[in-house]
């Protein structure tokens, strides 16, 4: 009997760990730089994997909104900000 809850203990801690490895995209609220919105969230392996990736994702979608924001003549004043932040989306 006391191997089942032994069992459980052992699978929520190895889920503790599995849950500081996760990653979470954001962005701001288009076209204003305020409020956040989830984006994705990087869980695939281990923490320097998901961070680097989370990170160069977040380069990306940046590098692209500055893209277009320059071809279709968006206002200067029009701004989107990608960031990354450790653990799973919060609101």
């Given at each position: 009997?006391?191997?089942?809850?032994?069992?459980?203990?052992?699978?929520?801690?190895?889920?503790?760990?599995?849950?500081?490895?996760?990653?979470?995209?954001?962005?701001t609220?288009?076209?204003?730089?305020?409020?956040?919105?989830?984006?994705?969230?990087?869980?695939?392996?281990?923490?320097?994997?998901?961070?680097q990736?989370?990170?160069?994702?977040?380069?990306?979608?940046?590098?692209?909104?500055?893209?277009?924001?320059?071809?279709?003549?968006?206002?200067n004043?029009?701004?989107?900000?990608?960031?990354?932040?450790?653990?799973?989306?919060?609101?």
């Amino acid at each position: 009997m006391i191997k089942l809850p032994l069992v459980f203990i052992l699978i929520t801690f190895s889920s503790l760990a599995q849950a500081d490895d996760v990653f979470t995209l954001y962005s701001t609220n288009f076209p204003y730089d305020h409020g956040r919105s989830g984006v994705a969230t990087f869980d695939l392996a281990k923490e320097p994997f998901n961070s680097q990736m989370c990170q160069e994702a977040a380069d990306l979608y940046q590098a692209d909104f500055e893209r277009r924001k320059k071809e279709n003549g968006w206002k200067n004043d029009t701004k989107m900000r990608y960031w990354c932040e450790k653990g799973r989306f919060k609101k």
